[in-house]
């Protein structure tokens, strides 16, 4: 099989902990399995020193690049500068910068790649808390209602999706569901959709803002914004 080419890109919010493992972890994997690849880090308005590691692990690696936003615009406004700074390669990976998810379990979705246009990892065991485990199990539910979808794990952090399927993809979520979200609108448009169970690992410093009131709040919006949006404007392919 053809190695094929992947830009992988993951943003990053005060994660300076995890961006060297994670990256260099990347450029090793990615050299063996690929044909070419980039990476790109996603800085969006880090207060610590994740900008500057960044820059320094560019300077290191030339398949390397950094995009800084200079405040935080939150998960969706990242991946969007994510799929919209992404080249020319046959595939996008993108998964989370706090290093939850182990980049060598890439592998098996290499295996996979000419069978299906998206790949979605899904969870066998997460490693938050129960109040965070019920929140993830209401948000699956509800995107099956909404969308007529049998995902196991639509926020997990680790998908790849061929770049064809992203062109003239709009992407309207700010919060968890903007992975999600690809997911979807592929499905609609009738792409090849699988699914490879993986890792987490708990979180090496800091928690996550996704459980709060307004995060939450914020990710039913985009539920609907998006479900209206596909309904009216994108009807589903079969």
Excluded at 88 to 109: A, K, L, R, V
Excluded at 179 to 200: D, H, N, P, Q, T
Aim: charged residues 20%; aromatic residues 10%.
């Amino acid at each position: 099989m053809t190695k094929p080419s992947i830009s992988l890109f993951f943003p990053v919010y005060n994660d300076g902990h995890a961006i060297v493992g994670l990256t260099e972890k990347a450029v090793r994997i990615l050299r063996d399995e690929s044909s070419r690849f980039e990476i790109i880090i996603i800085n969006d308005g880090s207060s610590d020193n994740s900008g500057a590691v960044a820059d320094r692990l560019a300077a290191e690696h030339p398949e390397v690049r950094v995009i800084h936003h200079q405040t935080n615009l939150g998960y969706g406004a990242a991946l969007r500068t994510g799929f919209s700074h992404a080249t020319d390669m046959e595939w996008i990976c993108f998964t989370d910068g706090d290093h939850q998810y182990d980049i060598g379990e890439m592998s098996p979705f290499l295996r996979l790649l000419p069978r299906y246009d998206v790949l979605l990892g899904f969870r066998v065991a997460k490693t938050y808390g129960p109040f965070r485990r019920l929140l993830s199990w209401g948000l699956n539910q509800l995107v099956r209602l909404l969308f007529n979808t049998r995902f196991r794990d639509v926020t997990c952090g680790f998908k790849m999706v061929r770049t064809e399927a992203m062109r003239g993809m709009p992407l309207l979520s700010r919060n968890a569901f903007a992975g999600g979200e690809v997911a979807v609108r592929a499905a609609f448009k009738g792409y090849l959709i699988g699914e490879i169970a993986i890792s987490m690992y708990p979180r090496q410093v800091g928690s996550s803002s996704i459980v709060s009131l307004r995060s939450i709040w914020i990710t039913l919006q985009d539920l609907f914004a998006v479900r209206a949006d596909l309904f009216r404007n994108h009807p589903r392919q079969l």
